[in-house]
Structures are given as C-alpha cells and as structure tokens.
C-alpha cells in the first residue's frame, strides 16, 4: 500500500515562501446568482504540483469556484489567474484545464477508449499520437481491458478511472475534481484515494479537489481550504486544520472537537488560565492568547487528547474533571466514551484499545476522571 | 387474500376489451367480404383488396399523404429541436416564457381555429407577396410542420431536462466547441427522442383531416380526405380493404417495436450483470504499487 508520503514538491511548502510564484491566483473572486452571494470575496494561491482540496458542507460555494475555475460560470467581480494569464472571458474550451466531474459525465454513447480519446481529437492530435496516449493512460488506470465497454457496462469505480483518465490525458496544467471519489463504497474509495495521489505524484499535475468528506480531503490534499457561506474560513496543511482551527467553525467541521465556554481568570505573556465555570473546570493553557481581558472565548479539546481513568490526576486544580461514564462506543480500533459531567454536559473521549483483552475495564456507569496536557486545548476566540 | 381472480372480472375485461376492438375487428371481417352492400354478409373474397390497388384516386392520396407526412414530420423535428435546445439550455433569455407559451400553444389549439386561421394567412400572404401561389401539397405541409413541431419541441425538450448537464459541459471542458457539442454529444443523446418525435409528427401528418382540408387546393387531395369524402357518399368495401391494410402495418410496427424494446432490456439487463461483476475483477480493484 501507499507509504503516506506526500508529492515531493508539497514538501518545500512554497506557501510559506513569499516570493514564490503561485500558479493559480484567485483575487477577490465574488459570485453572486441574483440576490444570493454564492463566493464572497475568495483570495486564493495555489502552488504547482499541490494537491489542493476546497472542504465545506454543501452549499457553501466550493463547487461554484471549481466551475469558474473551468470557466462554466464567469465571477461576478475579481480576478482568476492560471499560469500567470487572466482567464476573463475565456471559455471552457479553451483553458489549460480539465474538470472530472462528480456524476463523472461519461458520453454513454462512446466506448471508453473514444471517452478518453474525445479530449484529444478536439485538439487535432495526430491519430497515431492519440492511439498510443490513450493506451498509455487506459494502462495507468489499469482498464485497457474494458478499452471496447460502454459506459453502463462498467462499475461504479470502474467509471470513476474513466473519468479520471479522460481528464488526463490532455495533461492539462490543472485538473479540477469535483467530489471524485462520492459516488464510490468505502473500500474503492480509500484505495482510489491514494492511486489519486500516485498519480498526482506521477504526472506532476496540480490539483484542485472540492469535497465535502473532510477525511478525504485528510488523506488527499497537500493543503486544505475550509469553506463556509462563501467565504474562505482557513487555509492550511491538514494538520494546521486539524491541530490549529482559527474559529469554532473549523473546529467543529473537522473531525470531533468538545468545545467548553469560558472567560479568561489569570494570564501572562506564556499562559493563560481560563474557567469554564458551567462545566466546572480551569483550563491552563501552556501560551499567551491575544484577547480582551473579560471576553467570551472557548477551549476546544479533540476526543483523543483527553486521557480517561479512575484514579484522580497528581494535580485536580485544573485540566481535569470529573464525571460518569453515560455510554460506549466500541469501534474495533478505538472505543469512544461519552463522559457526563456534574453540569450534565457531554464530552467524548476516544481511547485506542491497546490491549485485546483488557482486565479491570472502564465500563457504563464507572466515575471517571478526565484530564489533559496544557498543550491539547485550542484557544478560540470566534 | 384469495390469488383467483373472480369470475366477474373476466366479464369486465372482455366487455373492456370488446368496446375498444369489436369495431375494428368487424371492419377487418367485412373488409373480406364479397358482397358490395358493407353491411351483407355474402362470403369470403378478396375482390376489394384487388379493386383497392387499381384505384388510382386511393393510391395517390396515399402517396400523397405520406410524402407530406415525411416531409412536415423532418421539418418539425429540426424546427421543434431548436426551440426544445432554446428553452432547456439557453438559460433564461429575454422572451424565453413566451416562446414557451407561444411553441406550445398549438397543442392546446382547436384544430378548426388553427386550420382557418392558416388559411386565412396562406390568402392574405398570396394577395400581398403572391407566396404561396393557391393551395397545394405546399400549404398542407407548412401546416402540418407548424403544429406537429410544437409535439417535438415536448418531446425533446423533456429528454434534454432529464439529460445530466454535466456531459456537455465534460465535451466543451475537453476543448470542443459549442456547435461540435451540439452534434457530437448532444444529438446523439436525444436521438430516441428526435425519432418518436419524427414517428409523432408523422403519424399526426397521416391522420389529419380537418387542418388539411382548410389549406389543400385542387388536386391536394389526402388520404383522410378522400376516405372521409367516399363514406359521405356511401360506405365502400374498398375503405374496408385500406383500413384493413392500415390496421396491419400499424399493428406490425407495434409487435416489431415490442420485440426491439424487449431485446434491449435484456441487453440493459445482461451489461448491468456485467458491470456489478467487474468490481470483482482484479483489474478494478487497483492498488498501489507503492
């Protein structure tokens, strides 16, 4: 299987470079459909060879941005950039760029070789040229032996690598894929996930990838842009998202985060002490935090960076509360508890489960103790 | 539940079935007979069928009929796709609500006020820039085209809202033009449905009578309205005969159709097994050398 290397050039991270040259350049790009702002105001750069993934729940603009990127709709104001040439105005037919499309959009009336050849004839490529390509990229996505099928009589993943190959074989500078692996079961598609990436890795083309599965885009994306009501929320490497939310809404769209209300009670320029007094506890948070002294903020704490047990933590000052487990959730690799504090509030916490058998297991209505390291809470002010 | 269908279903079905073919069947039988009175039974013969192709005036109107019907039917099927095209992928263009009301109106139109108000037309047109010249074969087609096309602009404009968007917009992504989609992509697509529109067009161009005797002129003459002028005069076994044949060609186009349509459901039905087999395949399950 994979190794989980990311593409090569991802590592130089050029977006952490300010004088690198980004090779798509999204400035100011506002959409509106009547009334309705679809994209507000997006500014976006994307580097060469990265695989970038556009993250939001449905009806947030992502895939209205992929389709002025194919040039299927024109932004309302600003400006889209590829390769350093302004795309106003330049319709789909001719732009470097190529677009699988989430339903796939197989000429059902074509055999897949004349699907993945369509893209070449148009541009009057040699008929010999467009022999060898085609099998060249029928062969990479292993389906040279249904190059003679038609579309309905090939399988959903089967489909999919069609697609994909179609949108190839031009080798366009940038292939844009809609929600590409959707459509497909969860095996297919965490296989298909890293044959995505061999081929990224392989060919060298730049990705943008729109996906509401925020595991995917994990998995897939050098970088990843959260989305929300048109706006660009945060823009980052899937760990930064992860790890570094900028608000709650981020936060809480990837992956599972308990979220605790709290004001600031004592701080310096290296810590910062917040109670969270619905839920009855302090959290120490091991850096400074730029806020006003008596605002709102909130702790966010992911499930697996709380630690569970019975016996009560050296110090239960702070970063740490009691409760009772209410429910379990065995998941083969991990067990997920729901731990019901005195304030009556939920947390989740997520325990891997190292041992097969354990003796002495943490079970329904057991007083527990949670408690966590001043690194694990995220500070967030919005 | 009991699974036996009840006796007094049976009736009903065949009192059902008997009102709608008992008049064609008796037709059929009295098409054969030998007697020249239609209603007197007065043996087996096929002396009518015999006449029938030596009436010069049934054969013309006949053929008549159908080169009309080609020919309305080919031009409603290009005019009615490129209002269908307007209005299912033109977007919302000034005007678009009235083309739809105005392409559509026909099929909601008495047939009298169309067939007078063409006449009215074709009359004034001929006084002012002296086309059409009279009435002719001319004028039935122009007539027929007008309202057929409003049957084929419905017909391909229902296939082209259920066809996925995405495919043409896959060909222009692939570097083909506007134009090269429409014909590359987009007819072949809506091709079932071009031919049920052409095959309704032609079939409402054979069977109109009251349209056609508005605008025909001398010598214009087609099929219904000849049927329709004999039996005013007095019903003809020869009709019998005509009607007969017409029964079979239509019912043999409709047991070839059923048989067509049947082997490409299995055909569906065969690709799809084939389909769900290939996941299975160790071709389609692909994983990374890496």
């Known amino acids: 299987m994979h190794d989980g290397r990311k593409p090569e050039l991802a590592l130089d991270e050029p977006w952490r470079n300010p004088q690198a040259t980004p090779y798509i350049s999204i400035r100011n790009v506002t959409k509106r459909f009547g009334d309705f702002v679809a994209v507000n105001d997006v500014s976006l750069n994307v580097y060469r060879q990265e695989l970038f993934c556009l993250l939001g729940g449905s009806g947030c603009g992502k895939s209205t941005l992929l389709r002025m990127l194919a040039g299927f709709e024109e932004p309302s104001s600003g400006q889209i950039f590829i390769d350093g040439q302004d795309m106003a105005g330049i319709p789909p037919y001719s732009r470097p760029v190529n677009m699988m499309f989430q339903s ?47 579309p309905h009589q090939l399988s959903g993943g089967q489909r999919q690598r069609v697609a994909l190959a179609r949108s190839l ?21 965490e296989s298909t996930q890293f044959e995505l990436m061999n081929l990224q890795d392989k060919l060298g083309v730049t990705f943008i990838v729109v996906t509401h599965d925020q595991e995917e885009a994990m998995t897939l994306a050098s970088r990843i842009g959260v ?31 308990n979220m605790f209300a709290g004001r600031i009670v004592d701080e310096d320029s290296n810590y910062v002490r917040i109670a969270a007094e619905a839920d009855g506890c302090t959290f120490f948070i091991d850096h400074g935090v730029s806020a006003s002294p008596n605002a709102q903020l909130w702790v ?38 729901n731990v019901k504090l005195a304030s009556g509030r939920m947390v989740k916490v997520t ?32 | ?84 095209v307007a209005l299912a992928r033109f977007g919302a263009f000034g005007g678009r609500a009235l083309l739809s009301a105005l392409s559509t ?83 072949p697509l809506i091709s079932p449905a071009l031919v049920s529109g052409f095959l309704l067009a032609f079939t409402l161009s054979l069977d109109d009578l009251v349209i056609s005797s508005f605008v025909s002129g001398p010598g214009a003459t087609t099929l219904p309205m000849v049927i329709y002028s004999k039996v005013r005069l007095g019903l003809s076994p020869e009709i019998n005969a005509l009607a007969t044949l017409m029964v079979a060609i239509v019912g043999a186009g409709v047991v070839i159709a059923g048989i067509l349509m049947n082997r490409a459901e299995k055909a569906r039905i065969r690709d799809e097994q084939m389909a769900l087999a290939g996941d299975d395949l160790p071709a389609a399950n692909p994983v990374s050398q890496a």
């Open chain 1, 104 to 150: 796939y959009a197989l000429f059902p009336h074509m055999s897949v070789q004349d699907n993945v050849a369509f893209g070449l004839k148009q541009d009057r490529t040699p008929l010999k040229e467009i022999r060898e390509r085609v099998a060249a990229m029928l062969d990479l996505v292993k389906l040279s032996p249904f190059a003679k099928r038609k």
């Open chain 1, 227 to 257: 989305m929300n009501q048109g706006h660009i929320v945060q823009v980052g490497t899937p760990s930064e998202i992860y790890e570094f939310p900028v608000n709650r809404f981020v936060a809480d769209f990837i992956g599972t985060v």
């Open chain 2, 105 to 187: 109106a026909p099929l909601v139109m008495p047939e009298v006020i169309t067939g007078l108000s063409l006449l009215l037309l074709f009359v004034a047109m001929e006084q002012a820039i002296g086309w059409p010249a009279g009435r002719s074969a001319m004028t039935i087609i122009i007539a027929h085209t007008t309202f057929s096309m409003a049957y084929v602009a419905v017909v391909v404009q229902s296939r082209l809202a259920g066809m996925d968007p995405s495919i043409e917009e896959a060909a222009l992504d692939l570097g083909a033009r506007p134009g090269k989609v429409f014909f590359v992509i987009t007819l």
């Open chain 1, 169 to 189: 074989v031009k080798e366009p500078k940038l292939l844009l894929l809609d929600e590409p692996l959707g459509a497909l079961d969860r095996k297919l598609r």
């Open chain 1, 351 to 382: 325990r891997p489960n190292l041992i097969r058998r354990e003796e002495d297991t943490l079970t329904w209505d057991d007083e527990v103790w949670l408690h966590w390291h001043p690194a694990s809470g995220v500070v967030l002010t919005s």
């Open chain 2, 1 to 84: 539940m009991s699974r036996r269908v009840h006796r007094s279903l049976w009736v009903w079905l065949g009192a059902g079935l008997a009102f709608l073919y008992i008049p064609i069947v008796s037709l059929v039988i009295f098409s054969f007979n030998s007697s020249k009175l239609v209603t007197v039974w007065a043996g087996f013969s096929t002396r009518w069928y015999g006449s029938l192709f030596h009436n010069d005036q049934i054969l013309d109107a006949a053929g008549l009929s159908v080169r009309i019907g080609f020919i309305s039917a080919a031009l409603a099927v290009v005019l009615g796709t490129m209002v269908a």
């Open chain 1, 300 to 337: 966010a704490l992911r499930p697996e960076k709380i630690n569970i047990g019975r016996e009560a933590p050296a110090d239960t000052r702070e970063n740490c509360v009691q409760g009772v487990i209410d429910g379990i959730a065995y998941m083969g690799d991990v067990s997920v508890f």
